[in-house]
């Protein structure tokens, strides 16, 4: 993992980052002190398909779910 200085790091930000993008770690250092870590982010691409609805049959919302509670909170706001 290599450590550049941070005015290096602003000097040549587009590189550190195009390297960041293809897998390699790149640490930003002040003052010879480690400070900011610049990493890729694991985030979906354009082409992924969106797990929507993965969890179907595997969890079950109760039909009185909205009005679980009524009593109490209805207590808590002096309703009752």
């Known amino acids: 993992m290599a450590t550049v ?3 290096e790091a602003k000097t040549h930000l587009s590189r550190l980052v195009e390297q960041a993008a293809k897998g ?3 640490i930003i250092a002040k003052a ?3 400070v900011a870590k ?4 694991d985030a979906p691409t354009r082409n ?3 797990r929507l609805g993965f969890m179907a049959g595997q ?3 109760p ?3 909205d009005r679980m509670g009524e009593v109490e909170i209805a207590v808590l706001f002096g309703g009752e």
């Open 5 to 7: 200085n941070i005015h």
């Open 32 to 34: 010879g002190k480690p």
């Open 59 to 61: 969890i079950r919302v």
């Open 38 to 41: 610049v990493t890729a982010l």
């Open 24 to 26: 390699e770690s790149i």
């Open 48 to 50: 992924q398909v969106r």
């Open 63 to 65: 039909d009185d779910f």
